[in-house]
């Protein structure tokens, strides 16, 4: 007897997820997340010691000037380095790289933690800068090279883009926190358990480096990375000299002028090295060149705005080193919102629209907060403009990191994140000396004296005008340098045709 014949079609059997898909999306995951804690290390160091700075003087008896080197000495090492540290990714491999990077970054920390002289602490500093030269490029290269799908790379470079934002802020707050209830030297100590945490996870996630490292140092371009190295360090340097010298003071213009010459003779072993740091060549690219130069502006703004609003809020407004930093988290928290609306904003509006529009959010801010004063108040004058200024810089940071290092090649991604770093360091570096030498300047003028300096003097009602006056020519002056930025996007190359066509098909397709 035969069997019936079943009325229902036979079932068709749903592939299961590959468990390959699966686990190279969370290797992918992995990646991004150790990544993206480094760079905030990196970053959060750049800040978290501003709180504790009083606390480091008076601990290791440093005068006015040491305390300002125990700031300056990361900041040079890590800028004049970044440039090197990016091209030593691409010629050791990123796993090493970063994996070298970051146990010298912890180790520096340790140090500087169990520092017994201002000395020690200062070398320990500049132990930090250093490394975070070669580990903060390696974070963007693992990304970009991690990351090889456009939507996919965004999305990355997003969380990136934020982590760095955020980090200035979130240093204001851990710091004050960390000073307050647990001693100055936690402020280094805290990143000694999070660097070995990620050594100890990325060892077995970071893909290992494909052996072209045999002969990295003979191809590598030492007498250009020394002259680089020279060159931003005396920029740095000099900028640094004028919030307490004019420019025609030798502690100035000596550094500045030795960085022009340097600069020319960088470029000038460029042109004749067989296996040059930075190939003359790439900053010919519209999208590499525009993206640095739109990133040196963003720098130039973010960086005096938490020094800035910082400043304000603790002598003009006299609130406490804690509280000041959760007055500054709203911003960290804006930057978060308007980093996550440009990754979903950049496929439709493209880079130049987007920073266009984050640029002119960011300049009317700014123009807002310049309208501060002495009786004013955070909550009704400080936070609405704040949170503006934020949002800008959050839509901002992505388009530009993604334009800037779109289209290069694995051989020279390395270099690409170390030039974005670089931008932005050092637009930091310039826009903070040229802010804080504007409202240095403007507070004597305004006060008939030099700037004050002792806490006594800071309680007067004249003198904390006076620094209000210079805080609001300051912010109006961080308003010129976004508005600038904003004319400079108009220089990056529009959406591509192609692209407009593909993200039209693909809503119709859904």
């Known amino acids: 007897m035969s069997m019936p014949m079943s009325t229902q079609p036979p079932a068709i059997a749903r592939p299961a997820p590959s468990a390959a898909t699966s686990s190279t999306t969370s290797s992918k995951a992995a990646i991004l997340t150790l990544a993206c804690v480094a760079q905030f290390?990196?970053?959060?160091?750049?800040?978290?010691?501003?709180?504790?700075?009083?606390?480091?003087?008076?601990g290791l008896g440093l005068s006015a000037a040491g305390q300002q080197w125990i700031v300056t000495a990361y900041t040079l090492g890590f800028a004049g380095l970044l440039l090197l540290g990016g091209r030593v990714a691409d010629l050791v491999g990123v796993r090493r790289a970063f994996l070298a990077g970051l146990a010298g970054?912890?180790?520096?920390?340790?140090?500087?933690?169990?520092?017994?002289?201002?000395?020690?602490?200062?070398?320990?500093?500049?132990?930090?800068?250093?490394?975070?030269?070669?580990?903060?490029?390696?974070?963007?290269?693992?990304?970009?090279?991690?990351?090889?799908?456009?939507?996919?790379?965004?999305?990355?470079?997003?969380?990136?883009?934020?982590?760095?934002?955020?980090?200035?802020a979130a240093g204001a707050v851990?710091?004050?926190?960390?000073?307050?209830?647990?001693?100055?030297?936690?402020?280094?100590?805290?990143?000694?358990?999070?660097g070995a945490a990620v050594l100890a996870v990325a060892g077995g996630r970071i893909p290992a480096a494909d052996g072209r490292a045999a002969d990295a140092l003979r191809r590598l371009d030492l007498p250009g990375a020394a002259a680089v190295f020279a060159a931003l360090t005396a920029l740095v340097y000099g900028v640094?000299?004028?919030?307490?010298?004019?420019?025609?003071?030798?502690?100035?213009?000596?550094?500045?002028?030795?960085?022009?010459?340097?600069?020319?003779?960088?470029?000038?072993?460029?042109?004749?090295?067989?296996?040059?740091?930075v190939p003359?060549?790439?900053?010919?690219?519209?999208?590499?060149?525009?993206?640095?130069?739109?990133m040196i502006f963003i720098g130039g703004a973010l960086f005096p705005m938490w020094f800035l609003l910082s400043l304000y809020l603790q002598q003009v407004l006299h609130l406490h080193a804690v509280r000041t930093g959760w007055c500054l988290l709203p911003g960290a928290l804006s930057i978060i919102v308007g980093a996550r609306i440009s990754v979903r904003l950049l496929g439709t509006?493209?880079?130049?629209?987007?920073?266009?529009?984050?640029?002119?959010?960011?300049?009317?801010?700014?123009?807002?907060?310049?309208?501060?004063?002495?009786?004013?108040?955070?909550?009704?004058?400080?936070?609405?403009?704040?949170?503006?200024?934020?949002?800008?810089?959050?839509?901002?940071?992505?388009?530009?990191t993604v334009t800037a290092t779109q289209g290069i090649d694995r051989a020279h991604s390395g270099l690409a994140a170390g030039l974005v770093n670089t931008s932005r360091?050092?637009?930091?570096?310039?826009?903070?000396?040229?802010?804080?030498?504007?409202?240095?300047?403007?507070t004597a003028a305004a006060h008939a004296v030099a700037v004050p300096t002792t806490a006594?003097?800071?309680?007067?009602?004249?003198?904390?005008?006076?620094?209000?006056?210079?805080?609001?020519?300051?912010?109006?002056?961080?308003?010129?340098?976004?508005?600038?930025?904003?004319?400079?996007?108009?220089?990056?190359?529009?959406?591509?045709?192609?692209?407009?066509?593909?993200?039209?098909?693909?809503?119709?397709?859904?």
């Open 41 to 58: 290390m990196v970053i959060l160091d750049v800040s978290i010691v501003n709180v504790a700075l009083p606390a480091m003087r008076h």
């Open 105 to 168: 970054f912890t180790l520096a920390s340790l140090a500087g933690g169990l520092a017994t002289s201002g000395a020690v602490l200062i070398a320990a500093r500049a132990g930090q800068g250093v490394c975070a030269a070669f580990l903060a490029p390696a974070t963007l290269t693992l990304i970009t090279t991690t990351f090889t799908e456009p939507t996919a790379r965004t999305r990355a470079v997003g969380a990136w883009s934020t982590v760095t934002t955020t980090g200035g």
């Open 174 to 194: 851990l710091g004050g926190v960390l000073t307050q209830y647990l001693g100055w030297r936690w402020v280094l100590f805290v990143n000694v358990p999070a």
């Open 240 to 277: 640094v000299n004028t919030e307490t010298h004019g420019l025609a003071d030798p502690r100035v213009a000596v550094p500045l002028a030795a960085a022009v010459l340097l600069l020319a003779g960088f470029v000038a072993i460029e042109f004749t090295a067989a296996q040059p740091l």
């Open 280 to 294: 003359l060549a790439m900053l010919r690219r519209r999208t590499l060149a525009g993206g640095n130069l739109i």
């Open 349 to 400: 509006l493209g880079p130049r629209r987007l920073l266009v529009i984050g640029m002119a959010l960011s300049t009317a801010g700014f123009a807002w907060l310049s309208r501060v004063g002495v009786d004013g108040d955070y909550h009704t004058d400080v936070l609405a403009p704040f949170l503006l200024t934020a949002l800008g810089l959050g839509l901002a940071i992505t388009p530009t």
């Open 425 to 442: 360091q050092v637009g930091g570096a310039l826009g903070l000396a040229a802010l804080a030498t504007l409202a240095a300047h403007t």
């Open 456 to 510: 006594a003097r800071l309680q007067t009602h004249s003198v904390a005008a006076a620094l209000a006056d210079g805080y609001a020519h300051a912010l109006l002056g961080a308003a010129v340098v976004t508005a600038t930025a904003a004319v400079a996007s108009l220089l990056l190359p529009g959406r591509p045709a192609a692209s407009r066509r593909s993200d039209h098909r693909a809503v119709r397709g859904r």
